[in-house]
């Protein structure tokens, strides 16, 4: 869809200062009632072409920048990684 709007990629996660997790592949996390919740976003990631070397870059860039966030926005409600 990126490629064909032109639009921008922008990573985007949140956390929660209390929460369920669950015990799925990603870890979801479900916040609880009146928990108060962290939205972290990243820098957009721009897709320019749809070659298979420029799609393994962007998916290796996007993984590390969500992880990044995802890190700081745990640190911020003091969730234990």
Excluded: C, N
Aim: charged residues 20%.
């Amino acid at each position: 869809v990126a490629i064909k709007t032109g639009y921008p990629i922008v990573p985007v996660t949140l956390s929660a200062t209390r929460h369920w997790r669950f015990k799925s592949w990603d870890r979801f996390m479900l916040p609880k009632l009146f928990s108060r919740i962290t939205f972290v976003a990243g820098e957009p990631i721009a897709i320019t072409d749809d070659s298979h070397d420029q799609i393994q870059q962007i998916t290796a860039v996007l993984e590390a920048s969500l992880t990044q966030i995802t890190s700081e926005a745990d640190r911020i409600s003091g969730v234990a990684p």
